[in-house]
């Protein structure tokens, strides 16, 4: 890695954990910010959601802006967008003005992550290197979302939840310039016109899927307006593909999503990523309900798997190396699984506390391992002109799964009984490691349909850069 190299990785690196952060920084704080700026109680979880509306629904579509208007270009658009919008949160005298703060962020994160990763897989080749990259991503990607647990309660404890808006402005303002002086725009290839009808139809489809799984997470999977708009979305889904398989230039090239890395890929880090976040939610139920415990402590707890998350990173790229994709990716949720399985055995003495510390621990090292292989697996033999798509693409599967996990385990404990009570959060912890056991023998099944048809070198089962015979020799051990 050159010095130009590392300290542009050093950028965008610290652009993602901040990005991540932003996604859960305020969920400890939402109490105190009802009763400042006089949100109704039932409303206070819009400043989560959004955000997320924002960030999920708009990030296919910005990931592909990048590819017309330069990767560099978009991602100090989006920087500039997310300091902002956080100064304008930090002052915000009414609801209104501070779910504009929070909507402008959300599409700050849509623009910025995507083009982020685009940087990234266009700075280094294919090989160690961008593996290594890629490991380094996802460890402050995943450490973001739980760091900002942990840094919610402490600037809401010690200063005010206000700084937990103000905080960004100057570390983004810095990246922006950091980004200007340091980061080379990547030559762009002749762009055809762009797929407005289709950018429309999945925006809209995702916004409504996750206002859905909003909506089901709060009432219960009976709600009548989560089911209009779980309906929704699957039609406009629907028409999506159609149009797509129509247009000359389409959104989405779906020739892309039947690569087999590619699809095995995102199948991997959706389960990964939903069923974490859910764990982490059910997990932070569990200990202020169950436990009683005060949410600063709760946060530092959570916040000790992180280290596992940092373990993970750190060897996923060398599990990819040795054992290949589809190894790789079996590994780490198949760890996932039995980690969060385990868990199950919680109950309402503190001694459940360290039973946690050490399972969750083994549980972050396994959806760390499955995420850097998802990240390699996503953004393999794309070529140049494709890469802002194929990381617009990751970005949506990043940014759904984190948003659809909390919801989804939501609905499954309330519908068990509630989320304050132990039955309930060990079935859902339950299901949820079901869940991912579940999406195991799904992509077992991909991996077998297409395996016939997969071109000559897929990464699937190989080394993805073994250039030597040894190195082969190895990874079909």
């Known amino acids: 890695m050159t010095r130009h190299q590392l300290v542009a990785l050093l ?67 989006g920087m500039a967008v997310l300091a902002g919008a956080s100064l304008v949160g930090g002052f915000a005298g009414s609801p209104v003005v501070l779910l504009i703060a929070r909507a402008l962020q959300g599409l700050a994160t849509a623009a910025a992550m995507p083009a982020a990763l ?17 490991g380094l991503s996802s460890v402050l990607a995943s450490l973001g979302f739980t760091a900002g647990a942990v840094f919610g309660g402490i600037l809401t404890n010690y200063l005010s939840w206000r700084a937990a808006f103000l905080v960004n402005v100057p570390i983004a303002a810095a990246v922006v310039v950091l980004a200007l ?15 407005v009808r289709g950018a429309a139809l999945i925006t809209t489809a995702l916004i409504t899927l996750v206002f859905a799984m909003s909506r089901f997470g709060e009432h219960g999977v009976t709600d009548p307006n989560g089911l209009i708009c779980l309906a929704a979305s699957i039609v406009l889904i629907v028409f999506f593909i159609r149009t797509e398989r129509r247009h000359s230039a389409p959104l989405v090239p779906l ?12 199948l991997i880090g959706f389960a990964s990523l939903s069923m974490e976040t ?13 436990l009683e415990l005060d949410p600063l402590i709760t946060g530092l707890i959570i916040g000790l798997t992180g280290v596992g998350a940092v373990v993970g990173g750190v060897i996923g ?15 780490g949720l198949g760890i996932q699984a039995l980690a969060t ?36 697996a996503a953004t393999s033999g794309v070529e140049p002109g494709q890469q802002g798509l194929a ?29 304050t009570s132990l039955l309930a959060l060990r079935i859902g912890i339950g299901i949820d490691a079901l869940i991912v056991a579940a999406f195991i023998v799904v992509v077992v099944i991909v991996l077998r349909r297409v395996g016939t048809r997969r071109a000559p070198g897929s990464p699937l089962d190989a080394h993805p850069d073994a250039h030597s015979e040894a190195e082969q020799a190895t990874t079909r051990s």
């Open 11 to 77: 950028i965008l690196l610290s652009s993602q954990f901040l990005l991540s952060v932003d996604f859960s920084i305020l969920n400890v704080a939402l109490p105190e910010i009802g009763s400042a700026l006089g949100f109704a109680s039932a409303d206070v979880q819009w400043v989560a959601t959004t955000f997320a509306l924002c960030a999920a629904g708009f990030t296919l579509l910005l990931g592909r802006l990048g590819d017309w208007v330069g990767r560099r270009r978009m991602f100090v658009i």
């Open 118 to 134: 685009a940087l990234i897989t266009s700075i280094f080749a294919e090989g160690p290197l961008r593996r290594r990259a890629l």
């Open 181 to 195: 002086l340091i980061i080379r725009e990547p030559a762009r290839e002749k762009q055809a016109r762009l797929d």
């Open 255 to 266: 020739k892309l999503l039947t690569r087999p890395n590619i699809l095995a890929g995102h």
């Open 278 to 290: 859910g764990l982490v939610f059910l997990s932070t139920m569990y200990f202020q309900h169950v």
């Open 317 to 331: 790229p060398r599990v990819v190396g040795r054992l290949g994709i589809r190894g790789a990716m079996l590994l």
């Open 341 to 376: 399985g385990a868990l199950v055995a919680v109950n309402e003495h503190p001694g459940s506390i360290a039973l946690y510390s050490v399972v969750g621990f083994i549980a972050a090292i396994g959806h760390m391992v499955a995420i850097v292989t998802f990240l390699v």
């Open 391 to 419: 990381t617009g693409l990751v970005t949506m599967t990043q940014q759904v799964g984190m948003t659809l996990g909390t919801p989804i385990v939501s609905a499954i404990a309330t519908a068990a009984g509630g989320l």
